[in-house]
């Protein structure tokens, strides 16, 4: 009895920290599989572009990076292990599903893990036949402003 019960801990324990997983973990899970596309613009060179250009001041909105990988020209095992992190992460209560959107085999989700009055992450995720993209966008941002970054989500996603 002593054995199936600590069998049974222990399959619980695993299963927690399979959906434990968050953003970080699954871009560096697969940034570096084979024909993965990955690209970090970092606090640095965000700084850069609004002391070029005062327009981009204001629409960094408490944005500190970004982070893209794009997995469409990976094999298909890549892309599934993908999908499947990317169904853990919806089910992970660290962070909170805004929208949800699905057209057929084309399915996008914005999460956020939010803290009080702002948002310290957020992941906008497309899996579809043709692509599998997912951004993180961190920082310390507005509420306010999620909308309108959000909002941006299909300049993401267009080729």
């Not at 054995?3 to 927690?16: D, H, K, N, R």
């Amino acid at each position: 009895m002593r054995t199936i019960t600590m069998l049974l801990l222990s399959l619980l324990v695993m299963s927690c920290g399979v959906l434990s997983r968050n953003a970080d973990d699954i871009i560096n899970d697969l940034r570096d599989a084979r024909h993965a596309q990955y690209v970090n613009v970092g606090s640095g060179l965000l700084g850069l572009g609004r002391l070029i250009s005062p327009s981009l001041a204001d629409a960094g909105l408490g944005i500190n990076s970004v982070q893209m990988l794009d997995l469409s020209k990976c094999n298909p095992n890549v892309r599934d292990k993908f999908r499947k992190h990317l169904q853990n992460l919806y089910k992970n209560r660290y962070y909170e599903e805004i929208v949800t959107s699905q057209q057929g085999f084309d399915h996008r989700t914005v999460l956020i893990h939010r803290d009080g009055q702002y948002a310290n992450e957020i992941v906008i995720a497309n899996a579809s036949d043709m692509t599998d993209v997912m951004v993180v966008i961190s920082g310390h941002i507005n509420l306010e402003n999620l909308e309108r970054i959000i909002n941006d989500q299909s300049n993401y996603f267009d080729r």
